[in-house]
């Protein structure tokens, strides 16, 4: 089986069995967004505790595998961390994730679909304003 096999496997899993799925009953962030190229669909909430960290994150959507996946990765990873170290991931840490899969424009909208999520409830708590990698307004 080659590298690309097992990550294909991996988004596959992530897909079927998505971790942090759900809704939280309590959240300090709530942030959603859609990628209308394909339909995809995000909502991220957060429980922010103590030194401003993730407490407690989910994610609900629909979409492809690669969208989904993507969303459930980056809960797991985020969970814990400072909300300062979400500034901090990039599109090639996304891509890591997946195991840096070939994939084209559209698609690559679908894998960072989640991180716009993270990112703009995120840059929204703290007062910011979040605009996507390419220079455009996440919120158009």
């Given at each position: 089986m080659s590298s690309a096999d097992i990550y294909r496997e991996l988004i596959l899993d992530y897909y079927r069995?998505?971790?942090?799925?759900?809704?939280?009953?309590?959240?300090?962030?709530?942030?959603?967004?859609?990628?209308?190229?394909?339909g995809d669909e995000i909502e991220m909430q957060i429980r922010v505790g103590d030194g401003k960290k993730i407490e407690e994150i989910k994610f609900v959507g629909k979409g492809c595998?690669?969208?989904?996946?993507?969303?459930?990765?980056?809960?797991?990873l985020a969970k814990g961390k400072p909300l300062e170290w979400v500034k901090e991931v990039s599109k090639e840490d996304v891509f890591k994730l997946l195991g840096n899969p070939d994939l084209g424009p559209s698609r690559v909208k679908c894998a960072l679909l989640g991180m716009k999520v993270l990112k703009t409830g995120v840059y929204g708590y703290l007062g910011a304003h979040y605009e996507d990698q390419d220079g455009s307004d996440p919120m158009v």
């Open positions: 069995n998505p971790r942090n799925f759900g809704k939280l009953d309590k959240f300090d962030i709530d942030s959603r967004d859609t990628n209308p190229l394909c595998a690669i969208s989904q996946a993507s969303a459930s990765m980056l809960t797991e």
